[in-house]
């Protein structure tokens, strides 16, 4: 197959775009597209302070990597989870990001649960009822408040997540079943800041497929944890993603136009804002002052006072 | 007569002549949750793989985060809702 720009040899085929790419026209074409959306949804500008929430997997560092190679001030955030699998999951995905960091130059802030909050996730989840069964619940809850900390702490103008397109996908599909109305509301590729002292969040990737990201981690060469997260087996996100991979098979762009139809319905109104359960204002945490829906304090700090 | 595809820790043999796309199908392996290499450089699903090939399949689907990015992050706040 040859390249549609160049005429080379391609090595990736995008069926739902009819392009195929030699890894040099793909490398340039890629951070274009990231760039296109960036402007398009008006996530920030080249005058923003970015934090981007890195994880050591291939989105996120690729994330970054894009950003810094079009020329935004862009720092890393790694959260140290304290998950070990049998793999030495966490330590080898702060490893790579570290490496990652250095190689580039750029300025990486690290977290470590088990040091700030004196417990690992997998200890954390076993302790409380929202992580009985599985921790990843009490995995986002924790990353979230994190991040939205450090991005307030550090005053930066936005946050960004590595979440692609397969990702929004597989959380509309998933909202889409259970009418998740509050969710739904919520879906788009920026959030707002809001008071009190709840950060700007983007996703610069989410109209770029998963396997895209997964080769342009390769072709550029970035080193990147490719183990899943030894919690992730069985996770209703994985099996909402293969669910749309095998409708995609049959039917090229079939998730890019479930998500991008989405919004464009939104945009049309589809929505009304009241839908959304929490559109009221938000309360501060009469502990750590983070942002929270109902008075008192948040879910966070709820679950590590347990550990105090 | 023999190509084999390799896929985290499993392996998969089938017959050479057929392209990349017959051969995920014949393995049941979905062309969208992998990439493919051959002597470490990425193939399209048009390549017909040849006897001896020995093809290295790399899994691109990540999840295990679903409170983290299905839902809750679409709020990004401290989830009292949880």
């Given at each position: 197959m040859k390249c549609n720009q160049c005429g080379g040899k391609a090595v990736v085929q995008m069926r739902q775009h009819k392009l195929a790419l030699c890894a040099k026209d793909f490398l340039q074409w890629l951070p274009d597209q990231v760039e296109r959306f960036i402007k398009k949804y008006k996530m920030f500008t080249h005058s923003d302070r970015v934090l981007a929430a890195v994880s050591g997997g291939k989105d996120s560092l690729s994330l970054w990597d894009?950003?810094?190679?079009?020329?935004?001030?862009v720092d890393g955030l790694y959260i140290g989870l304290g998950i070990d699998g049998g793999i030495g999951y966490s330590d080898e995905s702060r490893r790579l990001t570290e490496k990652f960091a250095n190689e580039r130059g750029l300025r990486l802030v690290v977290v470590s649960v088990p040091d700030v909050y004196g417990e690992a996730i997998p200890d954390m989840a076993h302790r409380t009822r929202r992580g009985k069964t599985k921790p990843c619940a009490v995995c986002g809850l924790t990353k979230r408040h994190i991040m939205n900390r450090i991005a307030c702490?550090?005053?930066?103008d936005v946050l960004v997540t590595g979440h692609n397109l397969d990702d929004e996908a597989a959380a509309l599909f998933g909202n889409t079943?259970?009418?998740?109305?509050?969710?739904?509301?919520?879906?788009?590729?920026?959030?707002?800041?809001?008071?009190?002292?709840?950060?700007?969040?983007?996703?610069?990737?989410?109209?770029?497929?998963?396997?895209?990201?997964a080769a342009y981690a390769m072709l550029r060469g970035i080193e990147y944890i490719y183990d899943e997260c030894p919690y992730a087996e069985g996770s209703k996100s994985i099996y909402y993603k293969e669910l749309l991979n095998r409708m995609e098979a049959d039917r090229p762009g079939a998730k890019l136009s479930f998500y991008v139809s989405f919004l464009q319905a939104k945009e049309n109104g589809l929505f009304a804002p009241h839908a959304d359960p929490n559109?009221?204002?938000?309360?501060?945490?009469?502990?750590?002052?983070?942002?929270t829906s109902a008075p008192g304090e948040c879910a966070f700090c709820r679950m590590t006072l347990k550990v105090k | 007569m023999s190509v084999k595809l390799t896929l985290r820790d499993k392996e998969f043999i089938v017959k050479p002549g057929m392209t990349l796309?017959?051969?995920?199908?014949?393995?049941?392996?979905?062309?969208?949750?992998?990439?493919?290499?051959?002597?470490?450089?990425?193939?399209?699903?048009?390549?017909?793989?040849?006897?001896g090939d020995e093809i290295k399949l790399i899994a691109v689907i990540s999840g295990g985060y679903e409170d983290d990015k299905t839902e809750a992050v679409l709020l990004g706040i401290n989830g009292d809702e949880m």
């Amino acid at each position: 197959m040859k390249c549609n720009q160049c005429g080379g040899k391609a090595v990736v085929q995008m069926r739902q775009h009819k392009l195929a790419l030699c890894a040099k026209d793909f490398l340039q074409w890629l951070p274009d597209q990231v760039e296109r959306f960036i402007k398009k949804y008006k996530m920030f500008t080249h005058s923003d302070r970015v934090l981007a929430a890195v994880s050591g997997g291939k989105d996120s560092l690729s994330l970054w990597d894009i950003l810094w190679r079009l020329g935004y001030s862009v720092d890393g955030l790694y959260i140290g989870l304290g998950i070990d699998g049998g793999i030495g999951y966490s330590d080898e995905s702060r490893r790579l990001t570290e490496k990652f960091a250095n190689e580039r130059g750029l300025r990486l802030v690290v977290v470590s649960v088990p040091d700030v909050y004196g417990e690992a996730i997998p200890d954390m989840a076993h302790r409380t009822r929202r992580g009985k069964t599985k921790p990843c619940a009490v995995c986002g809850l924790t990353k979230r408040h994190i991040m939205n900390r450090i991005a307030c702490e550090g005053g930066y103008d936005v946050l960004v997540t590595g979440h692609n397109l397969d990702d929004e996908a597989a959380a509309l599909f998933g909202n889409t079943l259970n009418w998740a109305t509050g969710h739904l509301v919520r879906q788009w590729p920026v959030l707002e800041a809001r008071p009190p002292a709840l950060a700007r969040k983007a996703k610069p990737l989410c109209r770029i497929y998963e396997r895209e990201m997964a080769a342009y981690a390769m072709l550029r060469g970035i080193e990147y944890i490719y183990d899943e997260c030894p919690y992730a087996e069985g996770s209703k996100s994985i099996y909402y993603k293969e669910l749309l991979n095998r409708m995609e098979a049959d039917r090229p762009g079939a998730k890019l136009s479930f998500y991008v139809s989405f919004l464009q319905a939104k945009e049309n109104g589809l929505f009304a804002p009241h839908a959304d359960p929490n559109a009221e204002s938000l309360h501060a945490c009469t502990t750590c002052g983070q942002p929270t829906s109902a008075p008192g304090e948040c879910a966070f700090c709820r679950m590590t006072l347990k550990v105090k | 007569m023999s190509v084999k595809l390799t896929l985290r820790d499993k392996e998969f043999i089938v017959k050479p002549g057929m392209t990349l796309r017959d051969s995920l199908s014949k393995i049941d392996v979905l062309p969208e949750a992998v990439l493919a290499t051959r002597q470490g450089e990425m193939i399209t699903e048009d390549e017909i793989l040849q006897d001896g090939d020995e093809i290295k399949l790399i899994a691109v689907i990540s999840g295990g985060y679903e409170d983290d990015k299905t839902e809750a992050v679409l709020l990004g706040i401290n989830g009292d809702e949880m």
